[in-house]
């Protein structure tokens, strides 16, 4: 099947960001560009109508790089005080202005596991193509998707539409060898194919949406993709979700130099602590006030949920039904076009993707009766 008999094509009920600069039909590095296969290849993906940057495109500082340096050089005391292009964020701050605890005790279990987790080698430019390439393959999607790398992210990496094109954009510093394929899983074989289901569906539309009364993607979506990052390893710890998860909680009543001395006691790499800090503290312009960015708490609540609910819920038909929480899995059921949906390798036996998430519950320590007292 071509992609390009999938048109109109939508990512969601809304302008697809899932985090995003190099293959596919075009592999970008930067400004150089090798051609893998003809551009023609590429669906064609109308623009969103809106004329506004995508979400986590506003909330970057533009002096992202100046602010870094000065908090550096102060030996971790400066508070920075960054500045952006979108001179109007209060809507989209006020959304995720709120912080949740519903999960602390879990990652305070789940955290101490940080320093002990390594992604082994940061692999050079030509392995990470190749991989790419590979897992392309696999999904049956070479020549979908253009793939850029980046140093400039303030994730590991990110899938939007970008020029009416598929594009993923992966982190040059966290492209390491056990974690490149778990990536790809998160961003291909969950975001990418879910939103070419998506784009099947009678519920494409963000007014079908509104008027079937879905609700809302984004945990459900952000839940599997997270749980597909570690679906493959040997200890699938969830550290980066309950990181983020902590991070933020504790962003909304400190400071940003606060944060940054209070995580040391699970993450000594100041720059890793820096990243993380400045997700919690996205859109604050005085980060010496209390204040965070909540969005990333979805990873793990996602995460919590799914795990839940997991002997109830069928993955394929979720993935097939595209951008919807599983709580609307069943009375979407009777509407759904799924003759042309696309599920990943990964999915296919369902025995042992079972298994495997039963062996995430158990390395995270967590059980089915705390789920349960938990999400009733």
């Given at each position: 099947?071509?992609?390009?008999q999938l048109l109109p094509?939508?990512?969601?009920?809304?302008?697809?960001?899932?985090?995003t600069?190099?293959t596919?039909?075009?592999?970008q590095d930067?400004?150089r560009?090798?051609?893998?296969?003809?551009?023609?290849s590429?669906?064609h993906?109308p623009?969103?109508?809106?004329?506004?940057?995508?979400?986590l495109v506003?909330?970057?500082p533009t002096?992202?790089?100046q602010e870094?340096e000065?908090f550096?050089q102060?030996?971790f005391t400066?508070?920075p005080q960054?500045?952006?292009?979108e001179?109007?964020?209060?809507t989209?701050l006020?959304?995720?202005r709120e912080a949740?605890?519903l999960?602390?005790?879990?990652?305070t279990?789940i955290l101490?596991?940080?320093?002990?987790?390594t992604?082994?080698?940061v692999?050079?430019?030509?392995q990470v193509?190749?991989?790419?390439?590979?897992?392309?393959q696999k999904e049956?999607?070479?020549?979908e998707?253009?793939?850029?790398?980046s140093d400039?992210?303030?994730s590991?990496a990110?899938?939007v539409v970008?020029n009416?094109?598929?594009t993923l954009?992966?982190?040059l510093?966290?492209?390491r060898q056990h974690w490149?394929?778990?990536?790809?899983r998160?961003e291909?074989g969950?975001?990418?194919?879910?939103?070419v289901?998506?784009?099947?569906?009678p519920?494409?539309?963000?007014?079908?949406?509104k008027a079937?009364?879905?609700?809302?993607?984004?945990?459900?979506?952000e839940g599997?993709?997270?749980?597909h990052s570690v679906?493959?390893r040997?200890?699938?710890?969830?550290?980066?979700?309950a990181?983020?998860y902590?991070?933020?909680?504790h962003?909304?009543?400190?400071?940003?130099?606060?944060?940054f001395?209070h995580?040391r006691?699970?993450v000594?790499?100041?720059?890793?602590?820096?990243?993380?800090?400045l997700?919690?503290?996205r859109?604050?312009?005085?980060?010496?006030?209390?204040?965070?960015?909540?969005?990333?708490?979805?990873?793990?609540?996602?995460i919590?949920r799914i795990?839940?609910h997991?002997?109830a819920i069928?993955?394929?038909?979720?993935?097939?039904?595209?951008?919807v929480?599983f709580e609307?899995?069943?009375?979407?059921?009777?509407?759904?076009?799924l003759s042309?949906?696309r599920?990943?390798h990964f999915?296919m036996?369902t025995?042992r993707?079972?298994a495997?998430?039963?062996?995430?519950?158990a390395s995270?320590?967590?059980?089915d009766?705390?789920?349960?007292r938990?999400l009733p």
């Amino acid at each position: 099947i071509h992609f390009i008999q999938l048109l109109p094509f939508s990512f969601g009920h809304q302008p697809m960001s899932h985090r995003t600069k190099g293959t596919s039909a075009a592999v970008q590095d930067g400004s150089r560009a090798g051609v893998i296969r003809p551009a023609t290849s590429l669906p064609h993906i109308p623009k969103a109508s809106s004329a506004r940057p995508c979400l986590l495109v506003a909330l970057r500082p533009t002096n992202l790089q100046q602010e870094r340096e000065r908090f550096f050089q102060s030996e971790f005391t400066y508070e920075p005080q960054f500045e952006y292009e979108e001179a109007e964020l209060s809507t989209v701050l006020d959304k995720y202005r709120e912080a949740s605890d519903l999960f602390l005790q879990q990652v305070t279990e789940i955290l101490p596991y940080f320093n002990f987790m390594t992604g082994g080698n940061v692999l050079p430019k030509s392995q990470v193509w190749a991989a790419v390439r590979k897992y392309l393959q696999k999904e049956g999607c070479v020549g979908e998707v253009v793939v850029r790398l980046s140093d400039e992210l303030l994730s590991q990496a990110v899938m939007v539409v970008e020029n009416c094109r598929p594009t993923l954009t992966i982190n040059l510093s966290g492209a390491r060898q056990h974690w490149l394929e778990g990536m790809l899983r998160h961003e291909i074989g969950t975001h990418y194919l879910r939103g070419v289901n998506n784009s099947l569906q009678p519920w494409a539309s963000s007014e079908r949406r509104k008027a079937l009364g879905l609700k809302g993607a984004n945990p459900t979506e952000e839940g599997l993709a997270s749980l597909h990052s570690v679906l493959l390893r040997k200890q699938p710890h969830l550290w980066r979700a309950a990181l983020l998860y902590y991070t933020v909680h504790h962003a909304a009543a400190m400071s940003f130099s606060q944060l940054f001395h209070h995580i040391r006691r699970f993450v000594h790499s100041p720059d890793v602590r820096w990243e993380y800090c400045l997700r919690a503290k996205r859109g604050q312009t005085d980060t010496s006030r209390p204040g965070c960015f909540s969005k990333d708490q979805v990873y793990l609540d996602g995460i919590l949920r799914i795990l839940r609910h997991r002997r109830a819920i069928d993955f394929q038909l979720l993935t097939a039904l595209g951008k919807v929480s599983f709580e609307d899995m069943e009375r979407l059921r009777p509407l759904a076009t799924l003759s042309r949906t696309r599920i990943p390798h990964f999915m296919m036996d369902t025995d042992r993707y079972q298994a495997q998430l039963n062996h995430i519950l158990a390395s995270n320590e967590l059980s089915d009766a705390e789920l349960q007292r938990l999400l009733p």
